[in-house]
């Protein structure tokens, strides 16, 4: 997988640091936490109850940017840029060394987004209230919600996806639907979400992620 590959060469840990983060076999839960500062926001990425990736949006630009770095060394891995556009998303996921990665709206009212990733095509879609599912080739590999409170720091997301998923690529999703979602800046100290109206597709309570039967490497 392109970014796992990423996340693999572009520091001298062992291998097994950062997949053991982001593809334990028996955990599929990723939480986001969002902190909110006076100039730009902040976010931490919590796998498996370990902080592997942190985030963090740029002040003094016209148009959103944010920095996604690992936690335990600040090492920078992506930045995600907003690009100009009339009421829909538009985003590119910018890796050193690799063609951008767009992130667009299909369709505005249905909350549907689409991102292409080299030859695989994800379908990030919303559900009435606060759930988006992500598809990926047509096949669904991960949904993730907001809560419908938050106190004072932010926002928070949890995401469920299977192992062989490539999780990172996930957040920055996340990342972004956040971003675009909040267009206007709410520094309440309660904050209440009561999430979508329309929706493309219905949200399929049945789906469960699935367990990586491979081996991590070593």
């Known amino acids: 997988m392109l970014l796992q590959n990423t996340l693999k060469n572009c520091l001298p840990f062992p291998e097994k640091t950062?997949?053991?983060?982001f593809n334990p076999k028996t955990t599929m839960r990723i939480d986001i936490?969002?902190?909110?500062?006076?100039?730009?926001d902040k976010f931490s990425v919590v796998h498996n109850q370990q902080t592997t990736l942190k985030a963090a949006s740029k002040i003094f630009r016209i148009l959103s940017e944010i920095e996604v770095f690992r936690a335990d060394n600040e090492k920078k891995l992506a930045s995600i840029k907003k690009k100009f556009a009339f009421f829909k998303a538009r985003y590119h996921v910018e890796i050193e060394n690799q063609a951008p990665i767009l992130f667009n709206t299909e369709s505005y009212w249905k909350n549907h987004f689409r991102c292409i990733n080299g030859t695989d095509t994800y379908d990030i879609y919303g559900h009435r209230g606060r759930k988006f599912s992500i598809f990926k080739n047509d096949q669904q590999v991960a949904w993730f919600t907001k809560e419908a409170v938050t106190f004072f720091e932010g926002d928070n997301y949890m995401m469920m996806a299977n192992d062989d998923a490539d999780q990172f690529l996930m957040v920055c999703f996340v990342?972004?639907?956040?971003?675009?979602?909040?267009?206007?800046?709410?520094?309440?100290?309660?904050?209440?979400?009561?999430?979508?109206?329309?929706?493309?597709?219905?949200?399929?309570?049945?789906?469960?992620?699935?367990?990586?039967?491979?081996t991590l490497p070593v």
């Open 33 to 40: 936490n969002q902190k909110k500062m006076a100039i730009g």
């Open 175 to 214: 990342l972004i639907v956040d971003n675009y979602r909040s267009k206007k800046r709410n520094n309440n100290a309660i904050n209440i979400d009561l999430g979508n109206v329309f929706q493309a597709r219905p949200f399929d309570k049945n789906w469960l992620p699935q367990e990586e039967t491979a």
């Open 18 to 21: 950062i997949f053991a983060a």
